[in-house]
């Protein structure tokens, strides 16, 4: 069964700092890695995808990798900005199972 | 296009009380989903569907329901309700899991509550 862990819970960071955030897995066999964004009392809304054949993927600021040897991805974001502040979750998708979610890193960006 | 909207924003249940949370999607999806998520906890799939007609539970189903008889239409029913059932529903959609493209649209959420 997948299992998805997500360190560290909670980042808090100055404006303008890169940061990184990360996201295991326990089983490599996966269709594909994707990172949403959720706001406050608000859905989640996807930013990257990474299929499995991948190794990362980038949008603007943002650059996710995939490493499915190790277990591992990773969202980096450069200079960081308030409005960056929010919950990132990870979610694996495995072939022929649904997507699993890790429990999330909320990041405070202060100005 | 609206994407996947619920109703009720919020609602508060006392035990054993039932009630049914709506999710409607004009995209067209085939896949739809329902998912809980309890604070400092990811999502945990309660059911989903891959067509009209077609469901199946997902990892906490016990004390939900669920129905699909229109391809926009993916409604969740809580049959008395319980303490445990405090959380926040959100319903997805996706074209289908087959492709290594296909992502999730959600829905904003239902703060549930059960007193």
């Known amino acids: 069964k997948q299992e998805v862990t997500q360190i560290p819970a909670a980042l808090s960071v100055p404006e303008g700092e890169n940061l990184v955030l990360n996201c295991s897995f326990t089983?490599?066999?996966?269709?594909?890695l994707q990172w949403f964004r959720q706001d406050p009392g608000k859905g989640l809304t996807s930013l990257l995808l990474?299929?499995?054949?991948?190794r990362e993927q980038t949008s603007g600021r943002l650059n996710a990798s995939l490493d499915k040897s190790s277990g591992r991805s990773t969202l980096y974001i450069a200079a960081s900005q308030p409005g960056d502040s929010a919950a990132y979750l990870c979610a694996a998708h495995n072939y022929g199972q649904n997507f699993v979610f890790g429990p999330g890193t909320r990041l405070s960006v202060l100005p | 296009n609206a994407g996947v909207t619920q109703t009720p924003k919020f609602r508060i249940l006392k035990i054993g009380q039932s009630m049914t949370l709506q999710c409607t999607q004009d995209m067209n999806h085939n896949y739809m989903y329902w998912y809980r998520q309890d604070p400092g906890m990811g999502l945990k799939l309660i059911y989903y569907?891959?067509?009209?007609?077609?469901?199946d539970k997902g990892e906490v189903p016990n004390g939900y329901n669920v129905s699909r008889s229109t391809t926009e239409d993916f409604p969740l029913r809580l049959e008395l309700a319980a303490p445990s059932q405090t959380s926040v529903y959100f319903c997805a959609s996706s074209y289908s899991l087959a492709r290594g493209t296909d992502t999730q649209y959600f829905g904003p959420g239902t703060r549930l509550t059960v007193l």
């Open positions: 990474i299929q499995s054949s991948q």
């Open positions: 569907s891959v067509g009209a007609g077609i469901t």
């Open positions: 089983d490599s066999a996966i269709y594909n």
